[in-house]
């Protein structure tokens, strides 16, 4: 019966403002995109929903190709969808491109993202892409935010756009300024080209910025940038802090974070969906790790610092590095524990810079 009503796209045209292509030739060339019932999607104006709620975050690392052993992805598409699924999540953060030359096009391999986007709007779940821009105003920044918005597949769009605002530390005042300034711009570059989209702003935690490292990015533009971002991620990875710090068990970091953003964009009710990690693992954290994971033991913290400073949605950096019970903890945290009553995404009314 599944077989008599699947729609099999074994070639996927995608639509992009008057242009038409065909997404690029990878080592998944001949891979069946299969969507069950899936129709062609309507024009629908956006909302905050995609921000709301247990989200999950991929980037391209874990199901690009070309990021992958011998051109193969790290994650099953398919299967990863499936899994984030039947674990409640609601919003797949999807690094949608890099900056890299290991990224052919502008985007990364399109069967791919046409199958994630699919699947996930199959299952009524929203897809928002993400980019991390070189801030040094290149052509590029804007090429790749652009096809982010243009990628359509069946009418099947991403369901908002957010850029992740993070360089190098200790920036030079030369290169602050340079730094600002091109911020500034690509902000302003988004919020205009993502019209009918809503423009998240992934951030570091203003405690590490202004008090772990007050060196790490001087005088951060919070207000300059604010009229152009919908809703505010802030990245408080908190399992590389230590419990000395009073920011290592995934509560204060997160709480804070969210309390300094709202307060130095001065909108004391400013959407909100925090980020935690990175990762998850049962028991202790290991510091001598190349990359320390967080405790899942802290997960349940993590999810009283979203309720309680009224975050509408929450999501643990990335989802190929929490293992099954990490997973399991934080579909139960959002289902019947202190998530599980986040308020509602407010009505949207974009940002105008």
């Known amino acids: 019966m599944v077989a008599a009503t699947a729609l099999v796209v074994a070639l996927v045209i995608v639509m992009a403002r008057g242009r038409l292509y065909a997404p690029a030739v990878s080592s998944v060339d001949a891979m069946p995109i299969i969507a ?30 070309a990021y992958g052993p011998n051109g193969e992805p790290a994650l099953d598409a398919g299967v990863t969808v499936e899994e984030m699924d039947a674990a409640g999540v609601k919003t797949i953060f999807i690094q949608a491109t890099r900056f890299s030359s290991r990224t052919a096009g502008l985007l990364e391999d399109e069967w791919v993202l ?58 030079t005042p030369e290169e ?27 951030v570091l935690p203003p405690p590490l910025i202004e008090e772990v490292n007050e060196q790490f990015w001087p005088e951060f533009p919070w207000l300059d940038i604010s009229e152009f971002y919908d809703v505010w991620l802030p990245m408080s990875y908190w399992s590389g802090r230590s419990d000395a710090s009073g920011y290592g068990d995934g509560y204060a970091y997160s709480l804070e974070s969210i309390r300094r953003i709202r307060e130095r964009i001065d909108q004391p009710n400013a959407p909100v969906h925090g980020i935690g990690g990175i990762g998850g693992v049962a028991g202790e954290r ?31 950096y990335d989802w190929n590095t929490q293992d099954e019970h990490a997973r399991q903890s934080m579909q139960i945290a959002f289902m019947r524990g202190a998530a599980a009553n986040l308020p509602a995404a407010p009505d949207w009314v974009p940002a105008e810079g």
């Open 176 to 202: 602050l300024e340079r730094r600002n300034a091109a911020l500034l711009n690509i902000s302003a570059f988004t919020r205009d080209a993502a019209s009918g989209m809503p423009v998240g702003a992934i």
């Open 114 to 171: 046409a199958d994630i986007l699919l699947r996930a709007h199959q299952r009524d779940m929203d897809v928002v892409a993400w980019y991390l821009p070189a801030l040094d105003d290149r052509a590029e920044d804007t090429e790749r935010i652009a096809a982010m918005r243009d990628f359509s597949v069946l009418g099947h769009r991403f369901d908002g756009v957010a850029i992740d605002i993070e360089a190098d530390p200790e920036p």
């Open 286 to 316: 290991d510091f001598t790790a190349a990359e320390i994971l967080a405790s899942i033991d802290d997960y349940p913290l993590f999810a009283q610092s979203l309720a309680d400073a009224g975050a509408i949605g929450g999501s643990i």
């Open 36 to 65: 069950t019932r899936v129709e062609t999607a309507p024009d629908e104006p956006g909302t905050l929903a995609p921000y709301a709620g247990l989200g999950a975050w991929l980037d391209a690392f874990d199901y690009s190709p």
